[in-house]
């Protein structure tokens, strides 16, 4: 997949401070910056989202990679691989949310995370009372709207990315075990 959009120039400041964080600079950022004004809402969002701490951090990072492996955004799948791993979550649990399904390493509660992600992704979303309940029980109202809120940007930046062209940046490479691919057959692996 190539870039439907050019690359925009940075200011000096900001490509500093991605370089810092990152490595490399997003491509996310470098598309979104065509229009400063929401590249910065975009940059502020996402900075707020990642304070709160309601939820666990690992179920919403489980939660977003598997919006990513759902939706297809390869850039999700390897930023959120590579921050799983800066955020000391456990690596082999992440590499295998692409295809949780078949993996026996998530506990209960991991897989109705992911299977509530992937009900939210779904257009219409397939969120049932039972699945919603099962959660809110086990996680308390304000980590419930908190990782509901979490899945639905993880919907936004992947469904955005995705029709922008942005693919992976190669982040996830400096990991020391690849991210599992996602079963070829969805329908069959939503079933399972």
Not at 106 to 113: G, K, N, P, S, W
Request: aromatic share 8%; net charge negative.
């Amino acid at each position: 997949m190539t870039l439907r959009i050019p690359k925009a120039e940075l200011p000096a400041e900001l490509r500093d401070n991605m370089l810092e964080q990152f490595g490399s600079v997003p491509e996310p950022v470098e598309v979104l910056w065509h229009h400063p004004e929401l590249a910065r809402a975009n940059q502020e969002f996402a900075a707020e989202l990642g304070s709160w701490d309601a939820a666990p951090a690992d179920l919403k990072s489980f939660a977003h990679m598997a919006v990513a492996a759902y939706v297809g955004c390869g850039w999700c799948l390897d930023i959120n691989y590579f921050q799983a791993l800066n955020q000391h979550l456990d690596p082999a649990k992440a590499s295998q949310v692409p295809r949780w399904r078949q993996s026996d390493v998530f506990t209960q509660l991991e897989r109705d995370v992911l299977a509530y992600a992937e009900a939210m992704t779904d257009t219409p979303t397939t969120v049932t009372d039972e699945l919603h309940a099962g959660l809110l029980d086990r996680l308390g109202p304000a980590a419930m709207v908190e990782l509901t809120v979490y899945i639905g940007f993880a919907n936004f930046a992947a469904r955005c990315n995705s029709a922008q062209g942005i693919a992976s940046q190669g982040y996830s490479d400096a990991c020391e075990i690849p991210l599992a691919a996602r079963p070829a057959d969805t329908a069959a692996a939503s079933t399972a």
